[in-house]
């Protein structure tokens, strides 16, 4: 969701400096883009460590997501082409999840702005034992759809989902956007999502197997 379907980075990162300003600790663009795509309690540990701030991780992730929630019920910061696309493959039957690291009571208000059958399932942060670059969210996605990952195509835009997409046995389509994204043997690379469809994202991917 974040980084493909909507652009919150810039929200997360923003929040992030505005908890080191309150708490008197210190942050980076670098240490910022070090979490993009990761679990969120694992960016709590990693912002407790390198921001040095006196907050536990749970109590870092709630302060996180109330701030970004926040900003997005002020505005949601849709990129290019992916209410598009999703809006196509729903019109062809293909069904489709959504596999992310954030936690429901941030995707709550995004999916507010989208069809109720959009998504067959929503696999949240809080839902998997083990987030990105662990298989696990991709294979319960596809688990929940009733299909197998090896016929699932995962959008990612962090090498970390894309990591934790082929573990699973999906073929990626990788959109890098606020970081690279590595070569892989079963990952295809596209600049935007702006233009694709059922019939053209079908034909990158049958290439790519």
């Given at each position: ?17 505005a908890?080191a ?8 663009q ?8 990761n679990?969120l309690?694992?960016?709590?540990v ?5 921001m ?7 109590e ?7 701030g ?23 019109a ?11 936690w ?22 809080d ?46 389509l ?25 019939a ?10």
């Amino acid at each position: 969701m974040d980084g493909t379907l909507v652009d919150t980075e810039p929200y997360w990162i923003e929040t992030e400096y505005a908890m080191a300003a309150k708490y008197g600790g210190t942050w980076s663009q670098e240490h910022a883009l070090n979490l993009v795509g990761n679990a969120l309690l694992d960016s709590g540990v990693y912002i407790r460590e390198h921001m040095g701030i006196d907050r536990t991780p749970q109590e870092i992730v709630d302060e996180l997501l109330d701030g970004v929630v926040e900003r997005v019920r002020r505005e949601v910061p849709w990129r290019p082409g992916g209410r598009e696309l999703l809006a196509d493959l729903r019109a062809h039957d293909v069904p489709c999840a959504l596999v992310t690291m954030s936690w429901m009571r941030f995707v709550e208000p995004i999916l507010e702005h989208l069809p109720q059958d959009t998504f067959g399932t929503v696999v949240t942060g809080d839902r998997v034992e083990f987030g990105k670059p662990h298989p696990e969210p991709y294979l319960k996605a596809a688990a929940d759809l009733g299909v197998e990952p090896g016929k699932c195509v995962a959008v990612e835009d962090s090498n970390t989902g894309a990591k934790s997409a082929e573990s699973a046995g999906c073929l990626v389509l990788c959109v890098p956007n606020h970081v690279p994204i590595l070569e892989g043997q079963r990952r295809v690379f596209v600049e935007t999502l702006a233009g694709l469809d059922t019939a053209s994202l079908t034909a990158l991917t049958d290439r790519a197997l």
